[in-house]
């Protein structure tokens, strides 16, 4: 389990840990309509530094907007230097940050475009990622036979029923 920090980030304010919650009827309960990057700090002798954090940010947003959430209120010069005064905040040396978009609590049904979109930012101490043991005794792991398909097959990116989707430049 993992040990909770001072403060997560919600929509541009600092809010205790406990605070951060949503409504069960919150669209993205039933509907899974969220965004979300994992995104690792390290503790180096010049202090925290954050991995491709503008990288991070940048797909998140691009995820966003496919998903139709295409102004979440902040930019992303906003979302990092969050996520950077987030580390500062509260006293991580390392941790693992996860932000999160989703729509809130509104209008219930699929089409969830009116319901409010939410920004959280948590980060806390989290270790190896496969367990302290795997760095000593290893993971077992395979190459699947399996094959992805082919963008033109099942265009991820695209939805044929609304062409405002397509992928910009």
């Keep these: ?49 954050v991995f491709r954090l503008r990288e991070h940010v940048r797909r998140m947003l691009d995820s966003a907007k496919i998903y139709r959430m295409d102004n979440i209120g902040f930019s992303a010069d906003q979302l990092a230097d969050a996520m950077l005064e987030l580390v500062r905040v509260n006293n991580m040396d390392s941790c693992y940050l996860r932000p999160i978009v989703m729509r809130g609590y509104g209008d219930m049904g699929v089409n969830g475009r009116n319901n409010p979109i939410d920004v959280f930012i948590a980060c806390w101490s989290w270790g190896q990622y496969l367990g302290e043991d795997a760095l000593a005794d290893g993971v077992d792991v395979c190459v699947s036979s399996w094959s992805r398909l082919a963008p033109n097959t099942l265009p991820a990116l695209l939805c044929p029923l609304s062409p405002r989707l397509a992928p910009t430049t």
């Design 1 to 49: 389990m993992l040990t909770p920090t001072e403060k997560i980030w919600h929509n541009g304010q600092f809010i205790p840990w406990q605070s951060a919650t949503i409504h069960v009827l919150s669209h993205v309960v039933s509907y899974g309509s969220s965004v979300f990057e994992g995104i690792r700090c390290y503790s180096t002798p010049s202090g925290p530094a």
